[in-house]
């Protein structure tokens, strides 16, 4: 029998009857796609001005440049509209000087899911030969994250900076930069990288096809907990609704494969049976035996501050996999709908409620742990740093973030349901601020006890 969580607490839902677990589900869908829906086709009398082809048909460049830019030109000025194909192209990217300090042949595709129905589209790159991009280490695989729907266009950042502030082992680095793709003025984007296996990035092991003994099976893996499925291999809880995805190996259904394919199945099998066993308590055979606490902290406290709605063990939470170790969770991704980009309420508990954590509150040493590393975060200053970095960040993006807004003209416009429109940028990150200061009190409030 699947193991349920209560979901009745929930700020979306709070004066609503309580709703089953799939009830919650659909409800949650059916919120985002009205939010694409408002998003695409406009509100408050707008008609189709909020449309993708107003936006394509829509001449305005900008006058002056304030972040690196980065061109990218398709062969044959072929539009980038798969996320499964990539398509062909070149590069550059000047500085803020306007000098060319990267260029080269690329590969590039869509990305995302539900971001990828906006106007705005993100975009993945596979660059010919691997670049140091803008001083980051080398790499071949880019994102460009659009930061549609989040209308300070520094909610990631923000979690990047947190992740970095709470040392966990790897936090992707990325970078602003304005974006023409085919000559057209695309707005402010976040290159950032990719999440993948690399010394530089989740610094694991990448298994071969001939890993198969016992000292080498173990790892690495990495793994994205997606229940839209979104990799070929997907292994689903028999505790939970969770669904595990294996992002490397990527290989796992081919043929020569089936010990790994078998190894990494069975070890989420035995850490949910620890999770959920009689003994889950115990230290060195429940569920401390087959994930890292300390990461499994962090990845708690950062979602849960930040009322990350993508945060619950749903989607885009990563694992990753050791050799010779336990799972450990990272790195922080996917939060251009938290810190009140969703729910504007500030109260209530959201991933103590999720698959695993739910059941790991049962254990009074693991809430005792969240307190303390909490006590930490708060003798370490830690929200009014996060509220001086929103300062530097929104100074640092002033003048671009005018160029992307008369691109994409969306500062008065509901793009989430969120309904507080502050109606310019100055008032979004205003209004991040605030909202971030009244969720830090409520939790402090609790873990202070």
């Not at 985002?32 to 009398?45: K, M, P, R, S, Y």
């Amino acid at each position: 029998m699947k193991h349920t969580c209560k979901r009745s607490h929930s700020p979306a839902m709070r004066h609503w009857p309580v709703l089953s677990r799939k009830q919650a589900v659909v409800l949650f869908q059916m919120i985002v796609i009205l939010a694409v829906a408002i998003l695409l086709f406009g509100c408050g009398g707008r008609g189709d001005s909020s449309s993708d082809k107003f936006y394509e048909d829509t001449a305005w460049e900008p006058s002056e440049t304030y972040l690196p830019v980065m061109a990218i030109n398709t062969t044959d000025n072929a539009p980038v509209n798969s996320k499964k194909e990539y398509i062909t192209g070149v590069y550059s990217i000047k500085n803020i000087s306007g000098e060319t300090v990267h260029e080269g042949d690329l590969e590039i595709k869509g990305r995302g899911n539900a971001t990828w129905e906006y106007p705005k589209k993100p975009y993945h790159i596979k660059l010919a030969e691997g670049s140091k991009l803008l001083g980051m280490p080398k790499g071949k695989h880019w994102v460009l994250l659009a930061n549609h729907v989040d209308k300070t266009m520094i909610r990631n950042e923000l979690t990047f900076e947190l992740s970095r502030r709470l040392s966990i082992a790897y936090t992707p680095r990325s970078f602003f930069i304005e974006l023409y793709l085919n000559g057209h003025y695309r707005g402010v984007y976040q290159l950032t990288e990719h999440v993948r296996i690399d010394t530089d990035r989740v610094n694991i092991p990448e298994l071969k096809i001939s890993d198969t003994s016992n000292d080498l099976i173990s790892g690495g893996y990495l793994i994205e907990i997606d229940k839209r499925r979104g990799e070929d291999f997907c292994i689903d809880s028999e505790k939970t609704s969770m669904v595990f995805c294996l992002k490397n190996p990527e290989t796992l259904l081919e043929t020569g494969w089936e010990s790994q394919r078998q190894y990494v199945v069975n070890y989420i099998r035995q850490t949910d049976n620890a999770i959920f066993s009689t003994q889950f308590k115990n230290p060195d055979t429940g569920y401390a035996a087959y994930i890292d606490v300390d990461t499994t902290i962090l990845y708690y406290l950062i979602n849960e501050l930040f009322y990350n709605p993508d945060g619950d063990l749903r989607y885009s939470a990563f694992l990753y996999k050791k050799r010779g170790d336990k799972f450990y969770f990272g790195p922080v991704w996917d939060f251009d709908i938290a810190v009140g980009n969703y729910w504007t309420d500030t109260t209530g508990w959201y991933i103590r409620e999720a698959d695993w954590f739910e059941r790991l509150f049962e254990d009074p040493a693991f809430e005792q742990k969240v307190k303390a590393r909490w006590a930490q975060m708060k003798a370490d200053d830690t929200l009014n740093a996060l509220l001086s970095y929103i300062d530097d960040r929104a100074l640092y993006l002033k003048n671009a973030q005018e160029n992307n807004f008369k691109k994409w003209p969306i500062l008065s416009v509901q793009t989430t349901p969120r309904r507080n429109l502050p109606g310019s940028y100055q008032g979004e990150v205003n209004l991040m601020k605030e909202w971030l200061q009244n969720r830090y009190a409520w939790m402090d409030a609790r873990l202070s006890e």
